[in-house]
């Protein structure tokens, strides 16, 4: 669904005209806050397929830290693989790398590990390895990345709409203050249900992800 469906979605639901462009009015365009604030409640509420992706990055000899570019601060990184050596680099705390490279020569080698350490000034975090890279390596870094508010009326939503547009007609209800029958506690219920339900049917996608199992 395009920004514009979700607000249209949610105007229907409070019995509201519907609009052309989210900005026709003070209305719609409080709506469509509401939608964005929806949306950052359900992106973060479990690792959605759909937001799920791999960077690519090629190191350089001598640099160790490199910015996921447009990751932002609100992502995940799931695992990193180093494609030339054809092995896992495994997570450690930045402590601890900071603690490996204590004797002053940082030492190169090829990646065995990664932190996250801080963000550039585009506001995207920064992966840090260790060893640092002694020279070319293609690694593959397995993201969740969340995105930006909703902004153009034909932004599409990646995530799945139906808790979204709940969401959004909860926090609607909230702030009316009358609501026609249905009280904003009562909608804020089916909203959790909703997105509920919702993860457990993409959670079926990743049973690796939520399925103990003893090797």
Do not use: C
Request: hydrophobic share 35%.
């Amino acid at each position: 669904m395009t920004y514009l469906d979700i607000v249209n979605a949610v105007m229907r639901r409070l019995r509201e005209d519907e609009v052309t462009t989210v900005s026709e009015s003070d209305y719609s365009r409080l709506v469509g806050d509401f939608v964005n604030d929806a949306k950052r409640t359900v992106e973060d509420a479990w690792d959605w397929t759909a937001l799920r992706t791999t960077y690519n990055i090629t190191t350089t000899s001598g640099t160790s830290t490199y910015p996921l570019t447009g990751f932002g601060v609100r992502g995940k990184v799931l695992y990193v693989h180093n494609l030339t050596t054809n092995a896992k680099v495994k997570q450690e705390s930045l402590q601890r790398i900071r603690d490996m490279n204590l004797a002053g020569d940082t030492p190169l080698g090829d990646p065995r590990y990664y932190a996250l350490n801080g963000a550039d000034s585009n506001g995207d975090v920064n992966l840090v390895l260790h060893y640092t890279p002694s020279g070319t390596y293609n690694l593959e870094v397995y993201t969740v990345k969340r995105t930006a508010d909703l902004s153009s009326d034909t932004d599409e939503l990646l995530i799945p709409s139906s808790p979204v547009v709940q969401w959004a007609y909860s926090y609607a209800l909230r702030e009316r203050g009358e609501t026609g029958g249905q009280s904003a506690a009562e909608q804020a219920l089916f909203a959790q249900n909703d997105m509920a339900t919702t993860i457990a049917l993409d959670a079926g996608l990743h049973p690796e992800e939520t399925i103990w199992t003893y090797v």
